[in-house]
């Protein structure tokens, strides 16, 4: 299946459930392709909404903002100098007690743990809340932010596609039909049906997402299938 875009996967859900748009209006349609793509982002873990940012903390400052967006945060880098990424170091991440217990003296230094506070997720437009930082800044180090950010939904801003819609279109599909037969009540049969497709269909875009995605043939080698071979 080619890429799909918002105007013809409302056509497709209605010719799926074979119900007109006085029952699934667009408003009702909206709401059944937000609860899949929220129901995808959760279930596979999207290379696409991998992003990085770069910044330089302030210093005397104990927190640095989260990308507006975020939904949540891989790791932090942290260099040694205030105009380039150099000598960067990895903070390891800990609880906010922690970092009371550990720098209760409101020491400044470089810092090498960072905990979450606080913040909201939602879209591009929202703050994800910050990361406290310990030892505080004592100057303005350059710094990376690894995080997953809310992916580009259809319904937001009359957008007609997005990486799921391009890429997997059949599973954004299978999700939006649960969904809808879900909101109709039945028939129960269908929705079992396209449950058990969306979650088929999932395995392999996972696979493809956590797998093939993430490794290359220099470092991993060529995976290959084992076929067993009756004896002679």
Not at 14 to 34: G, P
Not at 218 to 231: F, H, V
Request: proline content about 4%; aromatic content about 10%; overall charge negative.
């Amino acid at each position: 299946m080619a890429g799909i875009s918002y105007t013809d996967l409302r056509t497709q859900i209605r010719n799926y459930t074979e119900v007109s748009s006085t029952v699934l209006t667009d408003a009702i349609i909206e709401n059944i392709v937000l609860n899949a793509e929220y129901k995808l982002m959760r279930d596979v873990p999207i290379d696409a909404h991998r992003k990085i940012t770069q910044d330089n903390f302030v210093a005397s400052q104990e927190h640095a903002n989260v990308p507006a967006g975020a939904l949540f945060v891989r790791g932090v880098q942290v260099a040694d100098g205030t105009s380039t990424l150099t000598n960067p170091i990895w903070l390891e991440k800990k609880d906010v007690t922690f970092l009371d217990e550990f720098n209760g003296s409101r020491a400044t230094g470089r810092p090498k743990y960072y905990a979450m506070k606080g913040g909201e997720t939602g879209n591009s437009n929202t703050t994800s809340g910050a990361i406290l930082l310990s030892p505080i800044p004592d100057t303005t180090y350059v710094y990376k932010i690894h995080y997953n950010a809310m992916p580009d939904r259809l319904e937001a801003s009359d957008n007609e596609t997005n990486y799921l819609s391009l890429n997997f279109p059949n599973g954004l599909l299978f999700a939006c039909l649960a969904e809808a037969f879900a909101y109709l009540k039945g028939p129960v049969d269908m929705l079992q049906l396209y449950d058990a497709k969306y979650k088929e269909e999932t395995q392999k875009f996972a696979l493809e997402q956590t797998g093939r995605r993430r490794r290359d043939d220099y470092t991993d080698g060529t995976i290959r299938t084992k076929i067993d071979s009756a004896t002679p």
